[in-house]
């Protein structure tokens, strides 16, 4: 089964979504259209005491109401129940239809539909935020979408029009530190701008002499303790960053990626 993390929060918009059995009858009611262009091939329907969306390949349509309504059988039970989910959530997929997955939380074993879009597959999302060397992008001030940037870009939002304020502060407090708000404010605007894909993507802008980016590439090996030659002194690194090098690579040997991954995303990188 595939794994997914959520990149996107959902909250249902339905507190009481439709279920239905097999061989019950329903109403299409075919005025009412999804507008999301990803989410199509789903109808509103009307059971006996309840209505939401139905996934077409679960009806069987029969034949026209006397108000005007799609007459339809259903196929299957089924069930319009959404999945909540939050920002870095993992779920499981237990099957895909019409741009939604049926996803499970294995932390809580809550089951329901997400739109694929909230989500991206586990792989693919580690791979861009753990680099070769086993440090995470994802921890670091540049990367475009880790946490310093996103916490930086909601901070700015929160401050608002503060620089009036700060030198107000100044007198109304007899406080001076708020004469230096003007560097905090420029550290904000610098972290709120990263623009770094990871080192997959681009050449590291911290650690120049790094050379681990281009022979994983050239050896296509996706972490460095899978060569035969680990551990390399043709890594470019000082002595430090050769110690966390080491280390993080024998930890993803011993746990797996998919485990270290959960277990340093949240771990400050500083």
């Keep these: 089964m595939k ?7 959902w909250v249902s918009s339905y507190s009481n979504p ?21 989410w199509q091939d789903w109808v509103w329907c009307k059971s006996s005491n309840n209505e939401g969306w139905v996934p077409v390949q679960a009806l069987k349509t029969n034949s026209t109401t006397p108000n005007g309504l799609l007459q339809a059988t259903v196929l299957v039970n089924y ?18 239809l019409n741009g939604w997955i049926w996803a499970k939380s294995p ?15 586990i792989n693919s999302h580690i791979l ?28 700015k ?28 404010k420029e550290m904000l605007n610098y972290f709120s701008k990263s623009d770094c894909c990871g080192c997959r993507n681009a050449k590291c802008k911290l650690f120049a002499a790094c050379n681990v980016r281009e022979c994983s590439a050239r050896k296509e090996i996706e972490y460095c303790y899978q060569c035969k030659d680990f551990p390399c002194t043709n890594t470019g690194f000082d002595e430090h960053l050769f110690r966390r090098f080491t ?5 993803i040997k011993e746990i797996g990626i998919e485990r270290y991954y959960l277990e340093v995303r949240d771990v400050p990188r500083y």
């Design 79 to 96: 069930t319009a129940k959404e999945l909540n989910v939050t920002v870095g959530q993992v779920v499981v997929e237990e099957r895909e």
């Design 128 to 155: 861009q935020r753990v680099a070769p060397c086993g440090l995470y992008c994802g921890g670091c001030f540049a990367f475009y979408d880790g946490k310093i940037k996103n916490l930086s870009l909601k901070l």
């Design 247 to 251: 280390t993080n690579n024998l930890r």
């Design 107 to 121: 932390a809580t074993n809550d089951e329901g539909w997400v739109p694929i879009e909230c989500l991206q597959d």
């Design 18 to 38: 439709i279920s239905l059995k097999k061989g019950e009858l329903v109403e299409i009611d075919i005025s009412r259209q999804e507008d999301n262009p990803n």
């Design 157 to 184: 939002e929160a401050l608002g029009d503060f620089d009036v304020y700060a030198n107000r502060f100044v007198e109304l407090l007899d406080e001076p530190t708020f004469l230096k708000y003007p560097y905090f």
């Design 3 to 9: 794994k997914y993390v959520v990149i996107k929060s």
